[in-house]
């Protein structure tokens, strides 16, 4: 049965540009138009969301606004044939939770071409445990497998891995048998670096290059970067011949400061990622993935279940680079 009101968390902007963060009961009839409703279960928070949550207009043009990129749920309704009422679904990408009110609302409405049946080796609360950073991660290592980076190869160097996509990445990987080289965090989580499979932990600052020069000791098979600027720029310069690196975020910078020297003297390939406009039947390959061969783990250390109430504070953790690992939001109360 469809409610009339719903809680979500609702970010308004003020006359002098402070961009609130409140719980507030929202109506079924004001979410926009769409194929499916869909009663949100459980919601993630990653990166972009707490961009959108703050003001971030490159995110999110208009406020007032219910960020969340993620959301895992029950159809309620639907007029697309496709899905019935009952089924369990995964809503990521596309618009949601940047200008469509998204998973941080126990409600949301999208179209039909965004929604993933729920994969049978999944609950509600695993799909969004991985949410767009494990599908970010999973598209990762599917480039590294497709372009033969195998386990026999060297070690895999992953950046970021303190966060959403690079901890899932590391877990993924070294359940397939890659020994995994973790870049650390501002802060030393060594412990849960190599309690998720890391094999060896580097420090960011032996992660940057300082020398300025164009290539670097051969170290690396594969390297899944989320971070860019001059990380990204080292790894890319410490690859092994015909090593592949994959980018798919800027936490650090967008800049990538190299030559095109790896890539004409060592043929290195530098793979990008984009989770948002993954075509449908990748994104269905990926999930399969996520949800039986590569099917991690997620111990509370890595997979923190928190409550609509928690997010206020876990944004403002992630933008001061305190956060680590996921953070899954409950919304079935
Ligand atoms: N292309 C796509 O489809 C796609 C999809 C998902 C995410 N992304 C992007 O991927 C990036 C990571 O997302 P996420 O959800 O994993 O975020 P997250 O959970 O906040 O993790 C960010 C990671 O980057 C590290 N980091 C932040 N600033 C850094 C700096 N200045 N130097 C070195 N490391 C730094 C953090 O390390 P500390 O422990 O030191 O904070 C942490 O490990 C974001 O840029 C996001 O927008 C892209």
């Not at 690196?245 to 400061?257: D, M, R």
Request: aromatic share 6%.
């Amino acid at each position: 049965m469809k409610p009339t009101t719903f809680r979500a968390l609702v970010i308004t902007e003020t006359e002098n540009k402070q961009y609130l963060r409140q719980i507030q009961d929202k109506s079924v009839d004001d979410l926009p138009a769409g194929d499916v409703l869909v009663r949100v279960h459980f919601s993630s928070l990653n990166y972009k969301d707490a961009l959108s949550a703050s003001g971030n207009k490159g995110v999110t043009r208009n406020y007032p606004h219910t960020p969340g990129i993620d959301a895992a749920g029950i159809v309620a309704e639907s007029s697309d044939p496709r899905f019935t009422p009952g089924d369990p679904v995964i809503v990521t990408s596309y618009d949601l939770g940047m200008n469509t009110a998204g998973g941080f609302g126990q409600y949301i409405r999208v179209p039909a071409g965004w929604v993933v049946p729920l994969p049978k080796g999944l609950t509600l609360r695993e799909a969004m445990g991985y949410g767009t950073a494990g599908f970010t991660a999973g598209l990762s290592v599917f480039q590294l497998i497709r372009h033969d980076v195998l386990p026999e190869h060297g070690e895999v160097l992953v950046s970021g891995a303190t966060g959403g996509v690079g901890s899932i990445a590391v877990a993924i990987l070294s359940k397939l048998g890659y020994a995994v080289a973790a870049v650390n965090g501002k802060v030393d989580r060594s412990d849960y670096l190599n309690a998720i499979g890391a094999k060896r932990i580097i420090s960011i600052d032996e992660a940057t290059d300082k020398s300025g020069r164009p290539l670097l000791k051969s170290q690396w098979a594969g390297s899944i970067d989320a971070v860019g600027g001059d990380i990204l720029a080292t790894a890319v310069k410490s690859m092994n011949a015909n090593g592949v690196v994959t980018t798919c975020g800027n936490a650090a910078s967008p800049e990538l400061p190299v030559n095109v020297y790896p890539f004409i003297l060592r043929g290195v390939t530098l793979v990008g990622i984009d989770s948002q406009n993954c075509p449908m039947p990748h994104r269905l390959e990926t999930w399969e993935k996520l949800s039986d061969e590569w099917k991690i783990p997620m111990p509370e250390t890595m997979v923190e279940e928190i409550r609509l109430e928690d997010l206020d504070q876990r944004i403002d953790r992630m933008l001061n680079r305190q956060h680590k690992g996921r953070s899954v939001v409950n919304l079935t109360n």
